[in-house]
């Protein structure tokens, strides 16, 4: 999607480095980053200058790429695979990534390996640029009615950031959104602010901005009224990890925007591609919810008056605090999955009937 009228993708490998988009210092600093390791890489993942499910997906699959690069070994390419994994415990689009790699490099030898490496990073890659651009067709249908219905914008509300900056491109959420823009239909996204990194006013407004799309920031706290004075059409928000009997796990506030959906008859869709589906748990107390470190809500960070980016206290040092990364909305709440093969039921035979 666009930067400044630019064409870009999140991640991108040339010359033996894997170029990201620093996410930490957008929206107020566009800064492109060389990874030279897969150290760089798991850093990178750690303090979220790549974030979002499938895009830390494929940053760990050029990590493996880069280990190869390294020290092409296979006990240092099992460490840097051990080490990616547990970079970030919640989305499983990290796992899904190296197991598919290590799956490819296990027994093959010295000479081919960074070839296949290469090739399976970038079949990555590729293949989640097509899903989410498929994930915003079958999205858009669901769009396409509610306008036909309204005869005036559709209001769409987003918690966090499940935009093409969480992807490679399109995003998951958004990609419905942009291919709704794209075809003319009016509309307007209410933007959760996303306490306490601020993805979705820092990211998402930020990308839709880009792209021209009119959208608004809310408190997080904001969506229960704004569904109650009927302003949100529908909400559709991304997935680290949905189970296969259709629980969702995401940013944490998801749970809260879906039961207040819910008690106002809006419709509440969750937008992920099949790498997303973690077909081996069933039970949504075994996903690892993630705790960050808390300063990310004792400070804030914003840019002062000689554009720098600065961080500030902002309650007092001797309160105790909890970061919770994510939650769970479980499946009764959710009105269907949009997946890069259709819409479907969030329920164990929604799911098996797309993807058999
Ligand atoms: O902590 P983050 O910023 O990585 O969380 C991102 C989300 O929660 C997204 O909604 C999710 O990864 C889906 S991205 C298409």
Redesign the pocket.
């Known amino acids: 999607m666009k930067v400044n009228g630019k064409n870009f993708k999140t991640i991108w490998f040339e010359n033996d480095k894997v170029k990201i988009i620093d996410q930490t210092k957008l929206p107020h600093h566009f800064v492109i980053k060389d990874l030279f390791s897969v150290k760089d890489s798991i850093k990178a993942i750690k303090t979220?200058e790549v974030?979002?499910?499938?895009?830390?997906g494929a940053t760990a699959a050029y990590g493996l790429v880069l280990a190869i690069i390294e020290n092409n070994d296979l006990s240092f390419l099992k460490k840097a695979s051990d080490d990616l994994i547990a970079s970030?415990p919640?989305?499983i689009?990290l796992k899904w990534a190296v197991d598919r790699m290590m799956k490819k490099l296990i027994g093959v030898n010295n000479q081919d390996i960074l070839k296949i490496a290469l090739k399976e990073a970038k079949d990555i890659v590729d293949e989640d640029i097509e899903f989410?651009k498929k994930i915003g067709l079958n999205g858009l249908k669901i769009i396409e009615e509610i306008a036909e219905k309204k005869e005036d914008t559709v209001n769409i509300l987003t918690?966090?950031?499940?935009?093409w900056l969480?992807?490679i491109d399109w995003?998951?959420?958004t990609s419905p959104i942009y291919h709704a823009h794209q075809k003319g239909i009016k509309l307007h996204v209410w933007v959760d602010e996303?306490r306490p990194?601020n993805?979705g006013a820092n990211?998402t407004s930020y990308e839709l901005n880009e792209e021209g799309i009119s959208n608004t920031v809310i408190t997080d706290n904001a969506g229960g009224i704004l569904m109650q004075r009927g302003q949100v059409d529908m909400c559709i928000?991304?997935?680290?990890r949905t189970l296969s009997n259709g629980d969702v796990c995401?940013?944490v506030g998801?749970y809260l925007k879906a039961l207040a959906a819910k008690d106002n008859n809006v419709p509440f869709y969750v937008?992920?591609?099949s790498s997303?589906i973690d077909w081996n748990i069933n039970d949504h107390k075994k996903i690892p919810i993630?705790e960050r470190n808390s300063e990310e809500l004792s400070h804030v960070e914003g840019i002062d008056e000689n554009n720098e980016i600065k961080k500030v206290r902002i309650y007092p040092q001797k309160s105790k605090s909890l970061n919770l990364?994510?939650d769970i909305t479980p499946a009764k709440l959710v009105s269907g999955l949009i997946t890069e093969k259709g819409v479907c039921e969030a329920s164990k035979k929604g799911l098996k009937e797309l993807f058999k």
């Open positions: 979220m974030r979002g499910a499938p895009l830390i970030r919640t989305a689009n989410c918690h966090c950031n499940a935009g969480a992807t995003g998951t959420a996303t990194r993805q990211l928000v991304g997935t680290d995401n940013k998801t937008a992920l591609p997303t993630e990364a994510f």
